[in-house]
T-cell receptor, first 108, second 115 residues
């Protein structure tokens, strides 16, 4: 799996868009980018994944750069319930390896 | 509702004891995983299994073993518990896909304290 680099922590005002960056410069051609989040005292929860095209679902949008070396997870209207640790993972078949993640604090 | 169930939420064991952590999933998933989570270190993969009786070492397998006798159940075994194995243990499962990792579902975790 490719190594990922994320900021340790970020703040976001409630109602504003939260943009969480991830660097995965060593990603290989067949590796996907996945995002999970972990709310305190719970197991991680899947958010979204993508290969090269931008993706959107009911939770978030994923923007992957053309060279695939970085990506951004966008929560369009952050709420207090989005306060969590967000993990960016670049990997392929079967094995899912997490890093330390970004602690997002949504501020009222 | 999909479910990954870990047998205990909290567990306290003595040094040297043999410890079994059980995980059951009801989604007919092929893949199952065991992680440990420690402050400042994130989630680290201990072992995973992609089929019954199959297992692969993750990033930190030392001091652990696993068992997958049935598709729905994946057990993590600490042969002789030590204090440095005090941690939160998380089990996960996912469908096996030949191209990508599918969405992984996690249990609520077992907080193990070894005294």
């Amino acid at each position: 799996d490719a190594k990922t680099t994320q900021p340790t922590s970020m703040d976001c005002a409630e109602g504003r868009a939260a943009n969480l960056p991830c660097n995965h410069s060593t990603i290989s051609g067949n590796e996907y980018v996945y995002w999970y989040r972990q709310i305190h005292s719970q197991g991680p929860q899947y958010i979204i994944h993508g290969l090269k095209n931008n993706e959107t679902n009911e939770m978030a949008s994923l923007i992957i750069t053309e060279d695939r070396k970085s990506s951004t997870l966008i929560l369009p209207h952050a709420t207090l319930r989005d306060t969590a640790v967000y993990y960016c993972i670049a990997g392929g078949y079967q094995k899912v390896t997490f890093g330390i993640g970004t602690k997002l604090q949504v501020i009222p | 509702d999909v479910k990954v169930t870990q047998s205990s939420r909290y567990l306290v064991k003595r040094t040297g004891e043999k410890v079994f952590l059980e995980c059951v999933q009801d989604m007919d998933h092929e893949n199952m995983f065991w992680y440990r989570q420690d402050p400042g270190l994130g989630l680290r993969l201990i072992y995973f299994s992609y089929d019954v009786k199959m297992k692969e070492k993750g990033d930190i397998p030392e001091g652990y073993s696993v068992s997958r006798e049935k598709k729905e159940r994946f057990s993590l075994i600490l042969e002789s518990a030590s204090t440095n194995q005090t941690s939160m243990y998380l089990c996960a499962s996912s469908f096996r896909d030949l191209v990508l990792n599918t969405e992984a579902f996690f249990g609520q975790g077992t907080r193990l304290t070894v005294v």
